[in-house]
């Protein structure tokens, strides 16, 4: 199939900007290990975000794992399986037990009603995912976490940018990782940046991503090799400047898409609240087969045959695959049920009008047939 409209495409620089951003690195040959590019997009990013501490990363995965590394965690963290793999895959590389929890059925995150039943004497932490650019409900974790002496840590890989009643997402638990990934509303081409609350753990995330070194002869930790390189840094400076014109031109995408499929029988659309200032990352549709009259799988089949890219975008649940394989997928009966419908349309910054358009005129006339 010749797909013509992607359902994601990244959001590019002037070639002459980045190239010039990039021009100084002829002259000091620094191309890693936190070179002037590197420090200078910390310095920015703790600016955007309003936070006191980033250490970039070569991934957001990566970054994830320095976190859970740095606070020490041990056995079980409470999460959700309606994520990205690598949310699982950190905590089982790290030696953790994820125990799932379902999901709230309107924005998709952790449901912090169904947390505390799950904590146990293993307990160290709960881990949330900001969902689509949704965001967790913090100040019910929050006191949860603070009841039990738990950690709270947010994976916030689709929440670059976003705020709650002012707040940056940045800014809630005691740690969180972004995601800079090429397909993000903000990246780096590859890059990851782990956010937290107390200002001794850089120190000891800088030593994890560079190998445990503490001196150049000296290995304190059994760390890896996770840091950013001076080209990915200067991508993300060119990126930064641009950020709130990717995210005004994914907002035009997100409400010609409310406007037109809203109206839908059988289509469930994700709203965002009005004391949350969104990224627009993401635009997910939820597919009620009898009422809309196909299936999920069979209108992105649809999508599909008319050149259009759509996502199955959290399929399967985590909680469902590889070495977590049957561990009680259907404990979480709501975030089965959206992992089954769930069906991410194209956005993008310059995705305009008449192609959005015509996706929703394909959706619409899959709809009445």
């Not at 936070?51 to 999460?79: M, P, Q, R, Y």
């Not at 990205?84 to 895959?89: K, L, Y």
């Not at 169904?114 to 709960?126: F, N, Q, V």
């Not at 400047?241 to 809203?262: C, M, P, Q, S």
Request: with cysteine; charged share 25%.
């Amino acid at each position: 199939m010749d797909i013509k409209i992607p359902v994601t495409r990244s959001s590019m620089p002037d070639f002459e900007e980045y190239t010039e951003e990039i021009r100084s690195l002829w002259d000091t040959r620094w191309l890693t290990n936190s070179g002037e590019k590197h420090q200078l997009l910390e310095s920015r990013l703790r600016d955007f975000l309003g936070v006191d501490n980033v250490a970039l990363c070569v991934n957001g995965h990566l970054a994830l794992e320095c976190i859970l590394e740095a606070l020490e965690l041990k056995g079980e963290v409470i999460t959700t399986p309606f994520t990205f793999v690598s949310t699982t895959n950190a905590l089982i590389r790290k030696g953790l037990t994820p125990v799932f929890c379902d999901i709230d059925p309107d924005n998709y995150t952790i449901n912090p009603d169904l947390i505390e039943p799950l904590i146990t004497e293993k307990t160290s932490a709960i881990l949330g995912v900001h969902v689509y650019g949704n965001l967790c409900n913090d100040e019910k974790i929050e006191k949860i976490a603070r009841k039990h002496g738990l950690k709270v840590i947010y994976d916030a890989a689709h929440a670059f940018g976003v705020t709650k009643n002012g707040r940056s997402a940045a800014a809630m638990g005691d740690a969180s990782m972004f995601s800079f990934h090429a397909t993000k509303v903000f990246h780096c081409i590859e890059g990851g940046a782990a956010i937290f609350r107390d200002s001794s753990l850089y120190t000891k995330l800088c030593h994890l991503k560079n190998f445990g070194m503490t001196s150049p002869e000296k290995l304190t930790y059994a760390g890896g090799n996770a840091k950013m390189n001076e080209f990915c840094a200067a991508m993300g400076l060119c990126n930064l400047r641009h950020l709130d014109r990717a995210i005004a031109a994914r907002k035009r995408v997100y409400g010609r898409y409310t406007e037109r499929l809203g109206i839908l029988d059988g289509i469930k659309l994700c709203y965002v609240p009005e004391d949350t200032n969104s990224n627009y990352a993401y635009f997910p549709v939820v597919i009620d087969a009898e009422k809309f009259g196909c299936t999920r799988d069979e209108l992105a089949d649809r999508l599909a045959e008319n050149g259009i890219g759509a996502r199955k975008y959290f399929y399967p649940l985590t909680s469902t695959v590889g070495c977590l394989d049957g561990k009680n997928p259907n404990s979480t009966p709501v975030a089965q049920k959206i992992s089954d419908n769930v069906l991410c349309l194209p956005i993008y910054e310059d995705l305009d009008e008449k192609s959005t358009d015509y996706i929703c005129d394909t959706i619409i006339s899959v709809s009445e047939r």
